[in-house]
């Protein structure tokens, strides 16, 4: 089983910066793809970030293009979200999963399905 911790949370103004963190178990972190999912009370939960097993390939909701960043250490199992010029319409719950390769090509990046483990969340407020 692959267990996943995000961290990195919090309250933030308008215009501010913020990086969440999520720690992979085990010694296979990098044969896995990586995703970004956030959730506002009462709605859906949606894709946000993707970066591949290497780290060299990623893609954006058109929401956050620009301003959000997601990279990995694969030495560290550990996946990042730079968050900059935050907006009150970024807060949510921010939830990492992780996807085996394999599941790319029938499942693409963006759907929940594709993703076969997730972290607990981690809250993040930003006040305008």
């Known amino acids: 089983q692959v267990q996943l911790v995000e961290s990195g949370g919090g309250l933030v103004q308008a215009g501010g910066s913020l990086r969440l963190s999520c720690v992979v178990s085990?010694?296979?972190?990098?044969?896995?793809?990586m995703g970004w999912f956030r959730q506002a009370p009462g709605k859906e939960r949606n894709f946000v970030a993707f970066?591949?097993?290497?780290?060299?390939?990623?893609r954006y909701a058109d929401s956050v293009e620009g301003r959000f960043t997601i990279s990995r250490d694969n030495a560290k199992n550990t996946v990042y979200l730079q968050m900059n010029s935050l907006k009150p319409e970024d807060t949510a719950v921010y939830y990492c999963a992780a996807q085996p390769l394999v599941k790319l090509l029938s499942g693409g990046y963006r759907s929940l399905t594709a993703y076969d483990y997730w972290g607990q969340g981690t809250q993040v407020t930003v006040s305008s």
């Open positions: 970066v591949n097993s290497s780290g060299g390939g990623t």
């Open positions: 085990g010694r296979t972190f990098s044969s896995y793809n």
